[in-house]
């Protein structure tokens, strides 16, 4: 197995795309710290489906926008697993919802912006102390934060875009130590995110006007997660790797 006996938290670890990552990496040997946030009969099923498989891995609930909660999921990966963590995934953010700058408030903007940011900073303070050299972080940003986002999705674009820059900025002050950070960018996702915010006929169209003519799934993105965690990669860092099928060039 490709990755084994080393230690990897992924926030929004148990669903749709952080769900694919999870079972991957523990498909390779990784012990996986999947990190959620309310849905216990999701995070379950997801522990169970990589138990089954012979993998290993624990549930730690937390809101990983609370530092208090990030300093837990910290402590629960090094009581089972030890004191050195190899690989970090910051899947944890959100659209929350669609809404024009008319209809939008400072809270709401506040929201979206510490749902997808603040996340994505706890875990990589608290974490990157206990990375040692050839660890790697993976960021998630959006093919919104390159084009802007859809209708009523630009507090969303703007957060995204700050992850962007964020992993930049993490890339050149961790590569000293030995530390790779990058993002993933993904586009038109078969994912429950789409199921509630985008209309049907929109992600046909999209898909159509794709290069490829199909939407991602969650396997997709998990594959080039899995690239950008392990020593194949060792050269990128501070990259934002798009991944649309085509629809959008950066």
């Known amino acids: 197995m490709k990755y084994n006996n080393k230690v990897a938290i992924i926030t929004g670890g ?3 795309i952080g769900k ?3 079972i991957r990496l523990a498909s390779e040997g990784v012990k996986v710290v ?3 946030l309310n849905n216990d009969e999701q995070a379950k099923e997801t522990m169970q489906t ?4 012979g993998g290993s891995c624990i549930l730690v609930k937390g809101d990983a926008t609370k530092n208090e909660d990030v300093l837990r999921i910290v402590e629960e990966t090094k009581k089972h697993f030890g004191g050195e ?3 970090l995934v910051n899947v944890t953010g959100g659209l929350v919802a669609r809404k024009l700058l008319e209809d939008m408030d400072a809270d709401f903007w506040d929201y979206v912006m510490t749902l997808n940011t603040r996340s994505a900073f706890l875990l990589t303070k608290h974490v990157a102390p206990l990375m040692p050299h050839g660890s790697a972080i993976v960021n998630f940003s959006s093919q919104a934060g390159r084009d802007g986002g859809g209708f009523g999705a630009s507090a969303y674009a703007t957060a995204k875009g700050a992850v962007a820059t964020f992993t930049r900025a993490m890339a050149k002050e961790l590569g000293p130590k030995g530390i790779r950070v990058n993002a993933v960018d993904p ?9 509630t915010f985008t209309k049907p006929e929109v992600r046909i169209a999209v898909a159509n006007s794709t290069p490829l003519r199909r939407q991602g799934d969650a396997k997709d993105v998990a594959d080039l997660v899995a ?3 392990s020593d194949e990669s060792s050269f990128i860092t501070g990259a934002n790797i798009d991944i649309n099928g085509g629809n959008y060039f950066s």
């Open 227 to 229: 690239y950008l965690l």
């Open 187 to 195: 586009g038109m996702i078969a994912t429950s995110f789409h199921d």
């Open 85 to 87: 963590i190899n690989m």
């Open 34 to 36: 999947i990190n959620y």
């Open 20 to 22: 694919a990552i999870s």
């Open 50 to 53: 990589i138990q089954d498989a």
């Open 14 to 16: 148990a669903r749709d």
